[in-house]
C-alpha cells in the first residue's frame, strides 16, 4: 500500500525519546528530560495580542500564499536590519515553520542522482527529506575537537559534478557551533564556479552568546546569489506551536516554483500566525528575546562547568542555540544503549548522537529551568559512574 519513496522516511529519535520520557512520566515515575527541541518560556505577550487583536477584526480567511503584502515587507525588513540582505518581495516565501521551508526547498530542487552535502552531526529531518526526494547523502563528519565545523578542503573534496546543495546551520542544532564570517567567506570559495546551492538554516540566529552571527548569504555576491536563507520564529521567540518560517532567495524562479507547490498542497500559512509574526518581526518582542537569552548563556556557562567536572564526560561551550552535545567515548561506544539505560536507571532523557549522524555523543537541551539542570546533570554523573 505504502510507496517506496514513504519508506525512505525514519522516525526521529528525538521525538521517540521524548515519547518514552513522557510515558513513564505517565506511569508515575520521576523523569527529567532534555530531549526537547524548544523554548521552556512562554510566547511574549505582545505577540499573542496582536494575534487576538487578528482574531477579534476578522483576520481569519485565506490570505496569498506566499504570505500577506505586510508581512512580506516585515521579513525584508528584518533581513536587511538584521543580516545585511536585501531581497524583494518576490524573493520571499512565508511557510508552516523551517521545516515546511525546507521540505519546499528540497521538493523544488532535488531529485534522484542529485547529492546533497549535509555536515555531521546534522539535525535529523536533513537527512530524512533529502531522501525523500530522491536525493542522495553525502556526509561530512566533524568533531569536537574541529568545534563540529567543515573545513574548506572537507567541503572541496565531498564536492562531485553531482552536488546539488550543501546544508549550513549556524547556530548548529545539536552541537551549537557557529560559523564566523571568515569561515563561510574560505567555504563559499570552495564553491565559486559550481552550481552548488547553499540552504542556510538560520533558526538559533537570535541565541548568540559568544561572537557574532553571519548570515552565509552575506559574506559574498556570489554566495548571495547561490544561498537560500531559512529562519522562523520558533526558536528565537518561543513561538514553535504558531507555525511560522520562511525563506528567501536571489533565484526568483525557485520562490516561484515553491510558491506553486505550496498553493497545492498547504496554502497559505494560518492567517493569525501573519498577523503575530509581524509584530515579532518588528522588534516589539526585542526586550523579551534578550532576556530568554541572557537566561539561557547563564544555564549554559553552569551547565558546561558542571559537565566538564563530571569524571569520563566533555564537553564543547557551544556559541549558540541551546543545545550541549557532550562526548562520552571514554564510558561508551554506543550512545542509543546510553541513553535508554540512563532514561531506565536514573529517569533522565538526552538524544543519542547517533540520531544526528555522530557515534559517541549525547544532546543536552539547556531549554529547561536550572534546578532540573542540576539535578539531571547529577543523575548522569552517577550513571557514568556506575558504568565503570
Ligand atoms: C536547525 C533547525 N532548523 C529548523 C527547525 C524547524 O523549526 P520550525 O519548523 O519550528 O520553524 C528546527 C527545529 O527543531 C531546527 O532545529
Redesign the pocket.
Same mark, same amino acid.
Given at each position: 500500500m505504502l510507496t517506496d519513496r514513504i519508506n525512505t522516511l525514519s522516525e526521529s529519535i528525538t521525538i521517540a525519546i521524548t515519547t518514552l520520557a513522557q510515558e513513564l512520566k505517565a506511569e508515575g515515575k520521576d523523569i527529567l528530560s532534555f530531549s526537547a527541541?524548544?523554548p521552556d518560556f512562554d510566547t511574549p505577550q505582545v505577540i499573542k495580542d496582536a494575534a487576538i487583536n487578528a482574531i477579534n477584526e476578522g483576520f481569519t480567511k485565506y490570505t496569498a500564499v506566499d504570505g500577506i503584502p505586510a508581512l512580506k515587507t516585515a521579513v525584508a525588513n528584518k533581513l536587511k536590519r538584521d543580516n545585511g540582505l536585501t531581497y524583494a518581495a518576490n524573493q520571499i516565501i512565508v511557510n #508552516?515553520?523551517?521545516?515546511?521551508? /525546507?521540505f519546499n526547498l528540497f521538493s523544488a530542487t532535488i531529485q534522484k542522482g542529485d547529492e546533497v552535502i549535509i555536515p555531521a552531526p546534522y539535525?535529523v529531518?536533513y537527512p530524512e527529506l533529502v531522501k525523500y526526494c530522491g536525493g542522495t547523502v553525502v556526509e561530512i563528519q566533524t568533531q569536537d575537537m574541529s568545534s563540529f565545523k567543515i573545513t574548506p578542503e572537507q567541503l572541496k573534496n565531498a564536492l562531485t559534478k553531482n552536488t546539488k546543495m550543501l546544508i549550513l546551520?549556524t547556530p548548529? #542544532?545539536p552541537t551549537g557551533s557557529v560559523y564566523t564570517k571568515e569561515e563561510l567567506t574560505a567555504l563559499g570559495k570552495v564553491l565559486e564556479g559550481t552550481k552548488v546551492i547553499v540552504a542556510s538554516?538560520e533558526?538559533?540566529e537570535k541565541l548568540i552568546y559568544d561572537g557574532t552571527f553571519t548570515s552565509a548569504a552575506s559574506v559574498s555576491r556570489d554566495m548571495y546569489e547561490r544561498t537560500v536563507t531559512?529562519n522562523? /520564529?520558533?526558536?528565537s521567540v518561543a513561538?514553535?506551536g504558531w507555525?511560522?518560517?520562511y525563506m528567501a532567495a536571489h533565484n526568483t524562479a525557485l520562490i516561484k516554483a515553491t510558491k506553486k507547490l505550496q498553493s497545492q498542497s498547504t496554502s497559505n500559512i494560518n492567517s493569525i500566525t501573519q498577523k503575530a509574526a509581524i509584530v515579532a518581526l518588528d522588534g516589539a518582542a526585542d526586550s523579551d528575546i534578550e532576556m530568554m537569552r541572557r537566561e539561557f548563556k547563564a544555564r549554559r556557562d553552569e551547565a558546561v562547568k558542571i559537565f566538564n567536572a563530571v569524571e569520563g564526560l566533555s564537553v564543547l561551550k557551544p556559541d549558540g542555540?541551546f543545545y550541549l552535545f557532550v562526548n562520552i567515548q571514554k564510558v561508551s561506544s554506543d550512545s542509543l544503549t546510553f541513553a535508554k539505560e540512563l532514561l531506565a536507571q536514573k529517569g533522565v532523557a538526552v538524544v543519542p548522537g547517533v540520531g544526528f549522524g555522530s557515534e559517541g555523543y549525547f544532546r543536552f537541551s539547556f531549554a529547561t529551568d536550572i534546578q532540573s539542570i542540576r539535578t539531571g546533570i547529577k543523575r548522569i554523573e552517577e550513571f557514568v559512574s556506575s558504568l565503570k
Open positions: 527541541g524548544e #508552516n515553520g523551517a521545516k515546511h521551508s /525546507l539535525w529531518t546551520t548548529s #542544532n538554516d533558526m538559533y531559512i522562523g /520564529l520558533s526558536k513561538m514553535t507555525r511560522f518560517g542555540a
